[in-house]
């Protein structure tokens, strides 16, 4: 089975602070996803990679970066956190490139609950 | 740009019963259609692909149907069980491989 991790479940940080979300899958998955879900918005592209060290801002990057340096591991970064970035944010891989397919579903982490105060 | 909506109102059925959830779009048609489980505090868990090209697909108790005209997916589950309480969030292709969610509609089954 695939599995997807994050760093934390629960976070809280103030106002101004630097932020990392940690996320690794271990089924070399070649594409790597964070989303941010708030009620009645769904779930939001932040950043996504389709490669190491390859990134593509998503819909609401603002605010936000992304580091890939190795396949297994996609890190969020919030410069400067504010409370405007409290949120449940996931991570999310997908296989991209099978041997015979393109597999488009995504295996999601369990999230990691963010209260910037 | 590309709008899903999904009905945000809760559907509450009786166990047994077929529960269907609609998933409308509002502009390109997209080369697929994905439908995702989510229970509460957890990450989505992928349930059915279905390709433009498709006019259904099934697996188990779940059914998907996909008209790109009426730009709408419906999503059935048979003989629905008190476990198939959940979101069901509806998410298109929007171009390669990057899809944008629905906000989900909360199903609810009652024994």
């Known amino acids: 089975d695939v599995k997807v991790t994050q760093s934390s479940r629960y976070l809280v940080k103030r106002t101004g602070e630097k932020v990392f979300l940690e996320c690794v899958q271990d089924?070399?998955?070649?594409?790597m996803f964070w989303y941010r879900q708030d009620p009645g918005l769904g779930l939001r592209l932040i950043y996504f990679s389709y490669d190491v060290k390859m990134k593509e801002k998503g819909d609401i990057p603002e605010g936000y970066s992304v580091s890939r340096e190795k396949k297994e591991r996609f890190s969020l970064i919030l410069e400067s956190a504010s409370t405007n970035q409290t949120s449940m944010y996931l991570c999310?891989?997908?296989?991209?490139?099978?041997?015979?397919?393109?597999?488009?579903?995504?295996?999601f982490g369990p999230g990691t609950r963010l209260t910037v105060t | 740009s590309q709008k899903i909506e999904q009905n945000s109102e809760a559907l509450n059925i009786q166990e047994g019963k077929t529960a269907t959830l609609t998933c409308n779009y509002t502009n390109y048609s997209p080369a697929y259609l994905q439908w995702y489980r989510q229970d509460p505090g957890r990450g989505p868990v992928f349930l059915l692909l279905i390709r433009e090209n498709e006019k259904e697909k099934r697996k188990e108790r779940l059914k998907v149907t996909f008209d790109t005209t009426l730009k709408q997916s419906l999503f059935h589950i048979t003989a629905s069980q008190p476990a198939d309480s959940a979101t069901y969030l509806c998410a298109l292709e929007a171009g390669g491989f990057k899809t944008i969610f629905g906000a989900g509609t909360r199903l609810f089954v009652k024994a």
């Open positions: 089924m070399d998955h070649e594409n």
């Open positions: 999310a891989s997908s296989l991209g490139q099978g041997r015979n397919f393109y597999s488009y579903e995504q295996y």
